[in-house]
């Protein structure tokens, strides 16, 4: 695709998706746009929270009653015990941590329920935000990497969402209710218990602050490595034809060496806080049994405060090691929400929906360029000055070294790409003022680069286009040269293209060809459209072409310029220029430029 190659250049591979020495954006900024993100789901959210720390209040209770049945039992241990209270405060436990149990399952149902919709408009959001960015955008970001901020970033958000949110505010809860409990039986106890604990806080506070420059780094490594993969998987028989497989890996392992030591590090200090606060947690404990054993001895508290205490001390520095593990996954969360938010920040296309539309039926197909003016970059201008009429029912050819933007007059007229200079008109309409769509409709298009999906055969040749018949598609493909062939796969038209399927570069353009046929557009482009057939195969798609551009006005882009002898205009291209123009027989009488591109075909030095 001769004009595309020099912004191609720019790309830089799946490394230049990310500057991985950028600095981190803060904590605060990306949780703040998820939250005002999840407005319209913040009534089901809250209610679930409040579920969660109503069945938090429930288990804080529990060791209450349980102290009251231990001081029941060693007061009657010296005479009778009174089973009735002992029963009536089991039943009442029982009842209580039923009720838990079922507010704990409305709330995780409900937490479910809403995550599974935040991910599928996330995912959504995102697909639509893909189809509205400026196709400048993929020139400078890897396909692996967008593609990995659509699946592994809202999957991280989902995740913290699903098991991190409720957990971290139902610790919270916890933690003041046990707090609270403890104050209420014993203030020296207690006192005990937080400054153990205090430090093991303080301990988790200075890991949080380093952990989060290395879970960004593990979110943009990891939209490194998808971009490889997706590049060299896209690529491997280039690849293979150039022994490129040690590179290939060398770059992988440079790559997979990053993620594994951002993975690493950002692991290894989310995974000491559990270790670290279960330490502090048992120094905690110990501290609590030995000054509760002093003060039992002078009758200050009796065996069911130790009981409850003991228990309380648990609950008390466990929301602690929760805290913490949320903390982590939060800072996980908000890695991934920066590299969302900044996709869908990214600028898109001018709305052009208030633009006009022109009736597909009733364009003839007069074309004009008048002083085009564009470059994929300020910096680097690649269409200066270009001037054409063309004809309704014309066939161009358009030729020109690779570089001379051939495909970049292609893209323009396409309106991929919004023009620096100048104007592009169809029967003297600008087509700044039709809609993109509008535009695609009016021109079908075969490219250098076969696209087919998996799919039958059918639906790759009708693709996107209603109401068209068996017979249509036939004949479509008898047109192309490809009928027989299909009929001798196993199912026809019906057989299934996967990657499995052993078709030929010649054989999917021919593919493609009948799909243009099928658009029945009344302006067509072929971008190298026979690059990839045989010569013999050629000659039988020529005749085809021939029967394709009658009646339409038809832009060829073509290396081999014996292909487009019979084009009623050829342009020829020079950096972004025409230097020449006329019929085939012409420009060879001029013995300029194009003559030596044709006569260089034959040229056996």
């Known amino acids: 695709m001769g004009g595309n190659n020099s912004r191609r250049g720019n790309r830089g591979g799946p490394m230049g998706a990310h500057n991985i020495g950028d600095k981190p954006e803060n904590l605060g900024r990306p949780l703040g746009q998820l939250v005002r993100y999840l407005k319209r789901y913040l009534p089901a959210i809250i209610a679930a929270v409040l579920m969660a720390a109503a069945g938090t209040v429930i288990r804080i209770i529990g060791p209450n009653k349980l102290r009251e049945i231990t001081d029941i039992v060693v007061e009657g241990m010296a005479g009778k015990i009174d089973t009735d209270a002992v029963t009536g405060i089991g039943l009442m436990l029982v009842t209580l941590y039923a009720a838990g149990f079922v507010l704990n399952y409305v709330q995780g149902f409900i937490m479910n329920t809403v995550t599974q919709k935040i991910g599928f408009r996330m995912r959504s959001e995102a697909s639509g935000k893909i189809n509205r960015l400026p196709l400048k955008y993929f020139d400078s970001n890897s396909f692996g990497d967008v593609m990995s901020r659509v699946t592994n970033d809202v999957d991280?958000?989902?995740?913290?969402?699903?098991?991190?949110?409720?957990?971290?505010l139902a610790a919270v809860t916890m933690f003041i209710g046990s707090l609270i409990m403890m104050f209420s039986i014993n203030v020296t106890m207690t006192l005990s218990a937080v400054a153990a604990t205090a430090v093991g806080f303080a301990g988790m506070m200075l890991i949080m602050g380093k952990t989060q420059k290395y879970f960004k780094a593990q979110q943009d490594h990891l939209g490194e490595i998808n971009g490889h993969i997706e590049e060299i998987y896209s690529g491997h028989t280039a690849v293979k034809a150039y022994n490129a497989e040690n590179s290939a890996k060398q770059t992988f392992r440079e790559i997979n060496d990053k993620l594994k030591v951002s993975g690493l590090k950002s692991q290894f200090l989310s995974g000491i806080m559990m270790p670290l606060m279960m330490f502090i947690g048992n120094l905690g404990y110990v501290a609590v049994c030995v000054v509760g054993a002093a003060m039992t001895f002078d009758g200050k508290v009796t065996i069911g405060d130790i009981?409850?205490?003991?228990?309380?001390?648990?609950?008390?520095?466990?929301?602690?090691?929760?805290?913490?593990?949320?903390?982590?996954?939060?800072?996980?969360?908000?890695?991934?929400?920066?590299?969302?938010?900044?996709?869908?920040?990214?600028?898109?296309?001018?709305?052009?929906?208030?633009?006009?539309?022109?009736?597909?039926?009733?364009?003839?197909?007069?074309?004009?360029?008048?002083?085009?003016?564009?470059?994929?970059?300020?910096?680097?201008?690649?269409?200066?000055?270009?001037?054409?009429?063309?004809?309704?029912?014309?066939?161009?050819?358009?030729?020109?070294?690779?570089?001379?933007?051939?495909?970049?007059?292609?893209?323009?007229?396409?309106?991929?790409?919004?023009?620096?200079?100048?104007?592009?008109?169809?029967?003297?309409?600008?087509?700044?003022?039709?809609?993109?769509?509008?535009?695609?409709?009016?021109?079908?298009?075969?490219?250098?680069?076969?696209?087919?999906?998996?799919?039958?055969?059918?639906?790759?040749?009708?693709?996107?286009?209603?109401?068209?018949?068996?017979?249509?598609?036939?004949?479509?493909?008898?047109?192309?040269?490809?009928?027989?062939?299909?009929?001798?796969?196993?199912?026809?038209?019906?057989?299934?293209?996967?990657?499995?399927?052993s078709l030929s570069a010649g054989q999917k353009q021919l593919l493609t060809i009948a799909r243009a046929m099928i658009e029945n557009s009344p302006m067509l482009i072929l971008d190298e459209a026979t690059s990839s057939i045989d010569t013999r195969t050629e000659l039988l798609i020529q005749a085809a072409m021939d029967k394709l551009t009658v009646g339409r006005t038809s832009f060829i882009i073509a290396h081999r310029l014996s292909t487009i002898k019979n084009a009623d205009l050829i342009l020829v291209m020079k950096d972004g220029d025409i230097i020449e123009n006329g019929t085939h027989t012409g420009l060879l009488e001029q013995d300029g430029f194009y003559a030596q591109l044709y006569n260089s075909q034959f040229d056996s030095h």
């Not at 991280?156 to 971290?168: F, K, N, P």
């Not at 068209?468 to 479509?476: G, H, I, L, M, N």
Request: charged content about 20%; some cysteine.
């Open 156 to 168: 991280a958000i989902l995740q913290t969402l699903t098991h991190g949110l409720v957990q971290v």
């Open 307 to 501: 009981v409850a205490f003991m228990i309380y001390i648990r609950l008390f520095t466990q929301p602690l090691s929760t805290m913490a593990q949320t903390g982590v996954a939060l800072q996980s969360m908000a890695a991934a929400g920066e590299r969302i938010f900044k996709f869908m920040a990214e600028p898109e296309l001018p709305d052009d929906s208030s633009n006009a539309s022109v009736p597909v039926d009733t364009v003839k197909g007069n074309v004009e360029f008048k002083n085009v003016r564009f470059g994929y970059t300020k910096e680097k201008i690649i269409i200066r000055n270009f001037s054409a009429t063309v004809k309704a029912g014309q066939k161009i050819a358009i030729v020109g070294p690779t570089g001379a933007g051939k495909t970049t007059m292609v893209n323009l007229l396409m309106k991929f790409y919004d023009l620096d200079g100048g104007g592009i008109y169809i029967d003297g309409v600008p087509i700044s003022s039709l809609k993109r769509s509008n535009v695609s409709d009016l021109f079908c298009m075969v490219l250098q680069d076969t696209w087919l999906f998996e799919g039958t055969i059918k639906e790759n040749i009708i693709y996107n286009k209603e109401g068209v018949t068996d017979k249509e598609v036939r004949d479509a493909c008898k047109t192309a040269g490809i009928d027989h062939f299909i009929k001798t796969l196993h199912c026809g038209y019906d057989t299934v293209l996967t990657d499995n399927d």
